[in-house]
């Protein structure tokens, strides 16, 4: 495999330029310092633990205010996507310890100090990581969307200036001019603990909120003696635009009613030819989840949810009026793996993640239980042989490619899951019972007499096999085949009989009574055949005797 270093020489640069313009990106939307945080590329250390590279790492220096300095691997034989949410997962780190939630010397989050044992699966799960990965995929969903923008995805130019960005008529608007008239988000509240709206509108120089106690709250705030938290109110009563959410998040920081529980964001922009927009970093599906709080923020800035355009990250062919945009899509029964292959809830598949190969058993492997609004899934792991991935676990989609499962190819010595042969022999005969009623009649005697006999066979069969999969059994194994095998000779042979002694009864009763056994059955209904004939022959042994 080609490392980053061929890769960025042989696609002149344009990778490179690619992570220099998500490191730019992200300082942007997080509003981070850039005089205090360096980008550099070098060689990484191997995980002793996982025995993988590192992707990329930063540094904080102990004094304050906070030096950075991020490291990406150039060694790195990862796709470019992988390293930018690397990134994105570092610079979270950043954001955390600005916030002051995580002290990366003392390992203390939010207050509370953590035992840190790297390379395990319960540093994994560390609150800070937790929340680093999650973030990761936003911020990388949010270049992606920036980068998508028309010509960017393909020449990747130069970011503007900032990142809400949006394109009408080839031209770029962002947020930090006069088009941006309103900032609002939909966000988990740390006091009530409800889903809430919070925003502000340049229109009327004031914030709204789904919750009355909040606005109250910075009024407060405003008429306080804090001259930090005023100054923190005043900067949006005196701005020209509609501020960025990051700005908002920080405020309700101040209110102690955020802890980056942020559900979805929007804005509204006012552009040329009297066209407004208000648009989403989040999909569609996500968006609609929360539409009566998105009215009632676009009433609040001043204009008619019915009236204005909508544009959201997972769509890329325009504007969508109202109408459009809230009948949009519906719920995603599957996901699209790294293959092009489609894998819906209960399906298996493999982690890609310790090697590019899916049937290198270094690989977990998961169950899909469960494909979210976000077209991503919920995995519960099924085999392991990691640290970082605990088997009955479950977990969001990884930032990790997906491949399909395929039993034979992963275990070519190991016999199939019963479950498996069950759902193909189920399949098999399902196929062929609609083949015998649908074409029967145009087949051969011989011909169908074997079609039935097959159909018959895989009947006993899958009988069987559910009842051994029942008693604990879980493999097809050369054992379960042979008593399979038997069992279903034997039961072959005995329903062959049963069909060889009914047809004897016909043919006897058709003798006994002269007439067709249609007839025969019209006018004994109910009597069965072998007692109908007991009885005729009885009364036929009583007449001769009478005569």
Same mark, same amino acid.
């Given at each position: ?232 109110? /005043? ?180 016999? /199939? ?131």
């Amino acid at each position: 495999m080609v490392s980053l270093n061929s890769i960025l020489n042989e696609s002149a640069d344009q990778n490179i330029d690619r992570i220099k313009a998500a490191y730019k990106f992200f300082i942007q939307h997080l509003g981070l310092p850039a005089e205090r945080i360096k980008l550099k590329f070098g060689s990484l250390s191997v995980d002793p633990d996982s025995g993988l590279p590192t992707q990329a790492s930063v540094f904080v220096s102990k004094d304050k205010p906070h030096k950075y300095v991020i490291t990406v691997n150039s060694a790195s034989t990862v796709g470019v996507s992988d390293l930018i949410r690397h990134l994105a997962h570092e610079f979270q780190h950043i954001v955390q310890t600005e916030s002051g939630r995580f002290d990366v010397y003392t390992h203390t989050w939010d207050g509370t100090t953590y035992e840190v044992n790297k390379g395990t699966q319960e540093y994994y799960n560390l609150p800070w990581e937790r929340d680093a990965r999650k973030a990761a995929f936003e911020l990388e969903l949010a270049f992606t969307r920036y980068m998508r923008d028309k010509g960017a995805s393909k020449s990747y130019k130069k970011l503007n200036e900032n990142p809400d960005t949006i394109v009408y008529k080839g031209q770029y608007y962002v947020y930090s001019t006069t088009h941006n008239k309103a900032s609002f988000m939909i966000y988990k509240d740390s006091k009530t603990n409800k889903d809430t709206m919070f925003g502000f509108s340049v229109n009327s120089k004031d914030f709204f909120s789904s919750d009355p106690d909040v606005i109250k709250e910075i009024k407060e705030l405003e008429n306080g003696l804090d001259f930090y938290k005023k100054q923190k109110v /005043e900067e949006f009563r005196n701005a020209t635009n509609g501020k960025g959410h990051y700005a908002l998040e920080k405020l309700l920081m101040e209110l102690n009613r955020y802890d980056n529980s942020g559900l979805t964001r929007g804005r509204i922009f006012e552009l040329p030819d009297a066209v407004t927009v208000c648009t989403f970093w989040e999909p569609t599906r996500t968006v609609l989840k929360y539409l009566k709080f998105y009215e009632e923020a676009i009433k609040a800035s001043g204009y008619d949810p019915t009236k204005i355009l909508y544009e959201s990250y997972d769509n890329s062919k325009g504007f969508m009026s109202y109408e459009e945009f809230i009948t949009k899509g519906t719920a995603p029964s599957a996901i699209t793996l790294k293959n092009g292959e489609k894998a819906k809830v209960g399906d298996k598949v493999v982690i890609v993640y310790a090697s590019p190969d899916p049937n290198d058993l270094a690989n977990p492997e998961a169950e899909i239980i469960k494909i979210g609004d976000d077209n991503r899934a919920t995995l519960k792991i099924t085999y392991s042989e990691s640290k970082y991935f605990e088997v009955g676990s479950e977990m969001d989609e990884p930032g990790y490619y997906l491949l399909p499962f395929n039993q034979k190819a992963r275990y070519p010595n190991r016999a /199939e899951s019963l479950e498996s042969v069950i759902d193909e022999k189920t399949k098999e005969f399902v196929d062929k019972r609609a083949k015998l009623h649908t074409t029967g009649a145009s087949l051969t005697t011989a011909e169908k007499e074997t079609l039935e006999v097959e159909v018959d066979k895989l009947e006993i069969e899958i009988k069987l096999l559910r009842d051994i999969l029942d008693s604990g059994e879980k493999f097809y194994t050369d054992n379960v085949k042979d008593v399979v095998n038997k069992s279903v000779e034997r039961k072959l042979h005995s329903k062959k009989k049963e069909k060889q002694d009914q047809y004897s009864l016909i043919q006897q009763a058709e003798k006994q009574f002269g007439m067709p056994i249609a007839q025969i059955r019209q006018k004994y209904r109910g009597v069965p055949l072998d007692q109908l004939i007991k009885k005729e022959s009885l009364y036929r042994k009583i007449m001769n005797q009478i005569l």
